[in-house]
């Protein structure tokens, strides 16, 4: 234990602060130390979005889609990739909720495998992958591998290891923990699921904009994110998908809408899936809902991925020292090695649920995780450390006063 006071923790200088102003201020906000839920909006976006109801959708009407709304899509998915995934372009693709496109990636795979009966996940994995994976396994009479890994890591090659064999259909895991903040070796882990013959399916949520991800350096198989965490596409904002080039001539999609089809306004009688990413695509693109997203990912664009990753380190780092300094009866959930973590952390305490339910009241806003669990996520292009300092002041105050 430190006798230092918190505030003797020496904050870093921000290489990125004046990217902070580019947000839109938040009502009576202290801290917000949640951005890995749900990003904030960029000042540009509340310009960006009437301009489109006036311009795009009001000026131009049903040309819009003759004019650019078809492909959006693919090339908002193509500069995703670009800028955090590490993806060449045609590989990725903006649609559906996180949710909806891990079922179709995980349905797809099932068929991509036959003869094979075992999908690989862990124990503690987000709720929606698991309840995907368990309907999934009772209707295709599967097995499900569950790996149980430490509450404060997470997955590693030699745990995938135990349970990887020539039966394994899958592994669907996220890059990044929700609750560890664990960053998974994933290029060891695709390496260990696809020397069985197996599928690598990364849940990225946690991970796309706060990790630099290499996912065709890696040789992942697919991939699957949201776009409201860390890329502040806000609530609801459409997923990305991620299907290696070399698999989508065969990628069966499991709801094989118009859109996906090779020449939608043929109004064919048989389907017939388009080439490349776009057969991943089931109803008409959500346009609209992709307009903040697009600003992020501009922000990203002139930011770069290996800058926001450095102070995403260097913010973990701090708000560590400082929980470490003065708020000694906590426990870290969260890795220490910067090296295998991604950009939130966790700490256990018997006193989390009241104490961050006061502190939604005064303004400082980290997240509860059942049933002990304080949740920081620090959004590294719209987080200070002067936020963080304060906020972490007063979640230790709360910790201390609340019972
Ligand atoms: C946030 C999150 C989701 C959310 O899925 P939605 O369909 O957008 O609700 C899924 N998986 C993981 C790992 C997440 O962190």
């Not at 000042?43 to 889609?65: A, Q």
């Not at 882990?189 to 069985?196: G, K, N, P, R």
């Not at 290996?306 to 780092?317: G, P």
Request: hydrophobic residues 45%; contains cysteine.
């Amino acid at each position: 234990m430190n006798a230092h006071a918190a505030s003797s923790v020496p904050a870093p200088t921000d290489p990125l602060e004046h990217h902070l102003e580019e947000f839109v201020p938040g009502d009576d906000l202290v801290a917000y130390l949640d951005g890995n839920s749900l990003g904030r909006p960029l000042r540009v976006t509340t310009e960006s979005v009437p301009r489109f109801v006036r311009e795009s959708w009001g000026g131009r009407l049903i040309r819009g889609w003759d004019e650019g709304w078809l492909t959006h899509a693919e090339e908002l998915g193509d500069r995703i990739g670009a800028a955090c995934l590490g993806a060449a372009p045609g590989q990725t693709i903006v649609a559906d909720s996180t949710s909806v496109l891990i079922f179709k990636l995980l349905r797809a795979a099932i068929d991509a495998r036959p003869g094979r009966d075992e999908l690989i996940i862990m124990r503690d994995e987000f709720p929606t992958d698991r309840f995907i994976v368990e309907r999934l396994a009772e209707e295709h009479g599967l097995t499900i591998r569950w790996i149980d890994a430490p509450p404060d890591a997470g997955v590693t090659p030699a745990l995938v290891a135990e349970h990887a064999s020539a039966k394994t259909i899958a592994a669907l895991i996220s890059g990044v923990a929700y609750r560890s903040g664990w960053w998974a070796d994933m290029a060891a882990v695709t390496e260990v699921v696809q020397a069985h013959g197996a599928l690598m399916i990364w849940d990225c949520s946690h991970a796309v904009g706060s990790v630099p991800l290499e996912l065709d350096a890696w040789g992942v198989d697919m991939a699957v994110g949201c776009s409201y965490k860390y890329l502040n596409g806000g609530p609801g904002a459409p997923a990305w998908g991620y299907v290696a080039a070399r698999h989508q001539d065969q990628l069966r999609n499991p709801i094989p809408g118009w859109l996906g089809a090779r020449e939608p306004f043929a109004m064919t009688t048989e389907f017939s899936p388009a080439p490349g990413i776009r057969r991943l695509v089931s109803g008409t693109p959500p346009i609209f809902a992709m307009l903040p997203l697009a600003d992020m990912v501009s922000l990203i664009e002139r930011a770069g991925l290996a800058a926001i990753r450095a102070k995403s380190v260097a913010l973990t780092s701090y708000a560590i020292a400082l929980i470490d300094n003065s708020v000694p009866d906590a426990r870290l959930a969260t890795p220490r090695d910067p090296e295998r973590r991604g950009g939130h952390i966790t700490i256990d305490h018997p006193h989390a649920r009241r104490a961050v339910e006061q502190l939604w009241g005064e303004g400082v806003i980290p997240d509860f995780r059942h049933p002990s669990g304080v949740r920081i996520g620090l959004s590294p292009l719209s987080t200070s450390f002067t936020e963080v300092e304060h906020g972490v002041r007063a979640l230790a105050k709360a910790l201390g006063t609340v019972s």
